[in-house]
Structures are given as C-alpha cells and as structure tokens.
C-alpha cells in the first residue's frame, strides 16, 4: 500500500474502532470492503504497536466477542493520521479546484469554436481543451 492509502485506511479503520468499540472483525471487514484475513493481520498489527487494546466482553453470552479500544499511544497515532488524511483530501480539493477553473477558463473558446481552437492549440493545452468540450457535451445530454 502507498503511504496515502495507509493513512486513509488507518484513518478509517481507528475512527470505526473508536466509534464502535464492539463492532467486529466481519463488521469492519465489511464496512471497509477488505476480508476477514486483512483486517484480523491489521487489528494485530495495531495490538503490538499499542494503538489498541482487546477486551473480552465481560457480560457476553458470546465468549468470542471482543471490545477494541483505542490505547492512549492509539488516540495519538488517530489524532495525527486524521491531521494527515484531512491535509491530503485538502490538498485533492485544490487540485481539483484549480482544475475545473482551467477548464471554465477554456469554455467560451471551445464553445465559440471548437475545431479553430482544436487547429491552433497544441499539446497539454489542446488536451484539456478536448477534455472539456467532453465533458461539456456530456453535461449538456444530461
């Protein structure tokens, strides 16, 4: 996995223990679309890093069933990789911020002629230009 995805998964899977300590090792698997195996090697990995804690529920019927709780070192690591994954998403925003005001920028040329801007325009310019004409076509079929 690629640094941005750790911490996005990471993000995720602390937040649903720390939201939902009972939850189980089948529930998150589902919740975050990974299998049983993947999530069961994580929650261990967690474990001997001292992010989380397991606790057997005390009261329940079900001997199987564990608590996961988020260690004091565990609430650290949570509050940085949520300062990480919000400083990516931010940063993906203004990427795509700046993006589609290019593409706004080029919209009254492609829609004044799109075959002259097409013949004088070359490389990335003329790229996004076609992009846009794309998409605004497909927005106006809509």
Sequence with gaps: MSNETDTAFNYRLLNLIERRPEIS????AAELGL?????????K?????????VDNFCR???KRAYAYLLTPKGIEEKARVTVRF?????TEYET?????????????LILSDPIMLRSQKS????????????????????
């Design 25 to 28: 090792q089948r529930d998150l």
């Design 35 to 43: 299998s049983l195996g993947k999530i069961n090697y994580c929650l």
């Design 45 to 53: 990995a967690f474990v001997v890093r001292g992010l989380v804690k």
């Design 60 to 62: 329940s019927d079900n």
């Design 86 to 90: 919000f400083r990516r998403v931010e």
């Design 96 to 108: 795509l911020k700046q993006e589609k005001a290019s593409i706004l920028d080029l919209t009254p």
């Design 123 to 142: 490389g990335r310019d003329n790229e996004a230009a076609h992009e846009a004409q794309c998409l605004l076509v497909q927005s106006h079929k809509k």
